[in-house]
T-cell receptor, first 115, second 115 residues
Framework: IAGITQAPTSQILAAGRRMTLRCTQD?????MYWYRQDLGLGLRLIHYSNTAGTTGKGEVPDGYSVSRANTDDFPLTLASAVPSQTSVYFCASSDGRGHGTDTQYFGPGTRLTVL | AQTVTQSQPEMSVQEAETVTLSCTYDTSESNYYLFWYKQPPSRQMILVIR??????QNATENRFSVNFQKAAKSFSLKISDSQLGDTAMYFC????????????FGTGTRLQVFP
């Protein structure tokens, strides 16, 4: 079982360009999440999806969009990248079938640099 | 709103010794979950241990154990018999007891294990 894969591993991007970070999980988890990790701030939630076809905004959603066309994939798009979006991005998933016991499992992360 | 505070930005310990990482949180919820995640230099976020707030017994996973003080809103991590491979960033995280919900992270403690 691969778990969660993210692509690319790292990327340098010019400001103003569009970028999609990919995330795929093979655990048939209902819920998926995108976090960004910045030095001194820990991880902060960008967007989440409780199940295929639904998405929601997290703590820092501005400048990002997501879609959830199926269970396995949860891409994160930066429509017009800005330098403040330089960060490490983590995708995570959890079972999401109830009982409030959902542990989130994380992908390996994508390091994005916007110049 | 919930907050998680890790007041120790950096700690060090000698191999085979015991170290305790501190975490406090603030919430008005009565039912929730607490987590410790480890992030080694590889960047991967790895679940170390999880505690359900309704359980009085402290969680234990091999060399890792927690001291959960619900009234004090404290959730410290004790690492016994420290190993070089324990060198990593450690993040404390909080989650409300809903079907799916975001993790709220502390800012992390960098632990260095010396030979």
């Amino acid at each position: 079982i691969a778990g969660i894969t993210q692509a690319p591993t790292s990327q340098i991007l010019a400001a103003g360009r569009r970028m999609t970070l990919r995330c795929t999980q093979d655990m048939r988890h209902n819920a998926m999440y995108w976090y960004r990790q910045d030095l001194g701030l820990g991880l902060r939630l960008i967007h989440y999806s409780n199940t295929a076809g639904t998405t929601g905004k997290g703590e820092v959603p501005d400048g990002y969009s997501v879609s959830r066309a199926n269970t396995d994939d949860f891409p994160l798009t930066l429509a017009s990248a800005v330098p403040s979006q330089t960060s490490v991005y983590f995708c995570a998933s959890s079972d999401g079938r109830g009982h409030g016991t959902d542990t989130q499992y994380f992908g390996p992360g994508t390091r994005l640099t916007v110049l | 709103a919930q907050t998680v505070t890790q007041s120790q930005p950096e700690m060090s310990v000698q191999e085979a010794e015991t170290v305790t990482l501190s975490c406090t949180y603030d919430t008005s919820e009565s039912n929730y979950y607490l987590f410790w995640y480890k992030q080694p230099p590889s960047r991967q976020m790895i679940l170390v241990i999880r505690q359900e707030a309704y359980k009085q017994q402290n969680a234990t996973e091999n060399r890792f154990s927690v001291n959960f003080q619900k009234a004090a809103k404290s959730f410290s991590l004790k690492i016994s018999d420290s190993q070089l491979g324990d060198t990593a960033m450690y993040f404390c995280a909080f989650m409300k007891a809903l079907n799916t919900d975001k993790l709220i992270f502390g800012t992390g403690t960098r632990l260095q294990v010396f030979p």
